[in-house]
């Protein structure tokens, strides 16, 4: 059994944007082939009831969006950490630059296997963007870039 993870912030059930939905949509179709198992790990994902409705793949959460932690996934770095450790991907995917991906980066490294990653805009290519755009989010920017940058991605 191949083992897949994709790594998009949100699930587009939860919140719909374009990483979201192709991300969605890659898990689906990946999904449906023999012999692999896909596991779309989010902070946000769909309740309950919606994750058996039609949704060819795992669901696994590993973070939240509450209170401070909303203004970065830096927060969520111990538990995706943790949690390919436990899923043992033979394969990753993540969509969006931001701490995730050097998580994803480093653990690929580390384990010899693909990593794949989807830029999803220019912000994802150039950092200058932050110097430019100040906002109460800009030292959690600031921390992500950092950490991306000791990944080597």
């Known amino acids: 059994m191949t083992r897949v993870c994709v790594i998009v912030e949100n699930h587009p059930s939860v919140v719909m944007g374009g990483a979201q939905y192709q991300g969605h949509l890659l898990a689906e179709e990946i999904a449906r082939r ?6 779309y790990l989010a902070r946000d994902l769909p309740p309950e009831p919606l994750r058996a409705k039609n949704i060819p793949y795992a669901l696994r959460c590993i973070g939240t969006s509450r209170g401070i932690r909303r203004r970065a996934v830096l927060f969520d770095a111990p538990e995706l950490q943790r949690a390919l450790r436990e899923l043992e ?3 990753i995917y993540q969509q969006m630059r931001q ?3 050097a998580v994803c980066a480093r ?4 384990h010899g296997v693909p990593f794949f990653f989807q830029i999803a805009s220019d912000i994802d290519l150039d950092g200058r963007w932050m ?3 100040l906002s109460a989010n800009t030292p959690f920017d ?10 080597h991605v």
């Open 131 to 133: 110097r430019n755009h």
């Open 34 to 39: 023999p012999g692999v198992e896909v596991t």
């Open 99 to 101: 701490s995730y991906t």
């Open 107 to 110: 653990y690929a490294r580390e």
């Open 142 to 151: 600031i921390a992500e870039s950092v950490q991306i940058g000791r990944a």
């Open 89 to 91: 991907p033979h394969v």
